[in-house]
């Protein structure tokens, strides 16, 4: 396959980028190691609220990615996904190779990383060895299908707050334990959980799981020694994870803790290689999906020119179009 840019990473920052390339009348496509477009978003918290991007009070996660898709759509990018992006060649004439996990390959006059934070794994639950598929999830996908249950979420960041806020209307109970007294989450987060009574165990570690063919209960022992028993059909374990970039780091670009870094351009060290979104890296960056959004626009406008000299860097106003 041969495109003017290959996207890598099919979060909602490539997708934008994928809109955008079709908007400069550039060729796109977009790789990813995922089997669905959305990345971390689609993953980990589709059913959640966004409340970062400019002009939606709030948008549904999944719903966000239907719409990027929706947009990006117009310009009909290929989509590769369910294949790891794994080498990267400059060939003669300029351009790039870029070697996927099923031998195939994609040349492309442009490479833009969009990986987010690369690959990742959730961090295990000690106590829940054994149990995943029997109560335990580190995600929540659709929240519906906690409805009446007991459930105990374990954790003390954004995301643990984040799932309890969203299965408090869905669920029978939901009770939120952390081994420390203090929280990693956004403190509005944490203040909304706790307005809606959530009950929330510190200094608390979870002990035991215990059920037949599923989690009935979770026994967790207090900071003085002593336990408590909660009921549970489902148990969050939202305990943070552990992300790499994975084949990316070996691609020859500067690295600054596990993060590409860019210049004004989004251009990275090699030579026709971007990066935007949450895997980019400079001075004062901010790490929300709108700032993604930014830099997709501002990386895909300098390609265009990069690609074609004779081409504005600056294209003009969307509507324009319309």
Known sequence: MEVDLLIVGAGPTGLFAAYYAGFRDLSAAVVDALPEPGGQVTAMYPEKLIFDVAGMPSVRGRDLVAALVEQAGQYQPTYLLGRQARTLSTLDDGRLAVGLADGSAVVAGSVLVTAGIGEFRPRPLPAANGWHGRGVVHFVPQLDVHSGQDVVVVGGGDSAFDWALALHSVARSVTLVHRRATFRAHPGTVRKVRELGVP???????????????????????????????????????????????????????????????????????????????????????????????????????????????????????????
């Open 200 to 322: 929330i165990i510190t200094d608390a570690e979870v002990a035991e799981l215990r059920g037949d063919q599923a989690v009935r209960e979770v026994e967790i022992t207090l900071k003085d020694g002593s336990r408590q028993v909660l009921p549970a059909q489902a148990v969050v374990a939202a305990l943070g994870f552990v992300a790499d970039l994975g084949p990316i780091e070996s691609w020859g670009l500067e690295l600054d803790h596990r993060h590409v870094v860019v210049d004004s351009t989004m251009r990275t060290s090699r030579e026709r290689v971007y990066a935007a979104g949450d895997v980019a890296a400079y001075p004062g960056k901010v790490k929300l999906i709108a700032t993604g959004f930014g830099e997709a626009a501002t990386a895909v406008n300098n390609i265009a020119v990069a690609l074609d000299p004779s081409a504005h860097l600056f294209p003009g106003h969307s509507s324009d179009s319309g």
